[in-house]
């Protein structure tokens, strides 16, 4: 089975502080993504990455950055956390072998910043 | 611009027969995913079409009308665990996933 853990469920922080969010996932996959959840709206892509050192923008790149320096660990930065970044965040990956490929989630995070 | 709509909530009985609706206007189509995410949990697969038609999977069947811009997820003998939201999310032309805000599935007994 696939598994991808988060590094927190649960995180309390305040404004302006910088954030990281660790995502692990152990079968070798090439893809993983970063989305937030917010009620009401679909899941957001954030940033995603199909290879070691790659990334690219999703839909809301705006005050995050990401870091991929191992091929099972992909992490989401808020430099500068605000108010409006709090939100469930979802990592996810897929094998990237077929575009198609179905992506495989992580718990979550569910971030306040206050 | 590029829409999935699906209905907010939806209650039915254990025991029952439910279908979620979900239609999309997107860029392109390279498939459709249906995920079942329980409160507080990740969303985890449940379907993906492709071609026209129906598939189905034990209690759970999904179908496709590419031409309607159209699909639904078909939930049979409803269990109480079936309790969740229910996300539809489309493969856009660039292979880029759209999804839908999710159907919370209420049931009762």
């Known amino acids: 089975d696939v598994k991808v853990t988060q590094s927190s469920r649960y995180l309390v922080k305040r404004t302006g502080e910088k954030v990281f969010l660790e995502c692990v996932q152990d079968m070798d996959h090439e893809n993983m993504f970063w989305y937030r959840q917010d009620p009401g709206l679909g899941l957001r892509l954030i940033y995603f990455?199909?290879?070691?050192?790659?990334?690219e923008k999703g839909d809301i790149p705006e005050g995050y950055s990401v870091s991929r320096e191992k091929k099972e660990r992909f992490s989401l930065i808020l430099e500068s956390a605000s108010t409006n970044q709090t939100s469930m965040y979802l990592c996810a990956s897929s094998s990237g072998t077929i575009v198609t490929d179905t992506q495989y989630f992580g718990p979550g995070t569910r971030l306040t910043v206050l | 611009g590029q829409n999935i709509d699906q209905p907010t909530e939806m209650t039915a009985t254990e025991g029952a027969i439910v279908q979620i609706n979900c239609t999309y206007q997107t860029s392109g189509f390279n498939g459709l995913f249906w995920y079942q995410q329980h409160a507080g949990e990740a969303p985890t697969f449940l379907s993906y079409n492709v071609l026209d038609g129906l598939e189905e999977k034990g209690r759970f069947s999904s179908f496709l009308s590419r031409s309607k811009g159209y699909s639904y997820l078909l939930l049979k003998e409803l269990q109480m665990k079936d309790s969740a939201s229910y996300l539809c999310a489309v493969l856009d032309s660039n292979y880029q996933l759209i999804w839908g805000a999710g159907t919370k599935l209420i049931i009762k007994p």
């Open positions: 990455s199909y290879d070691v050192k790659m990334k």
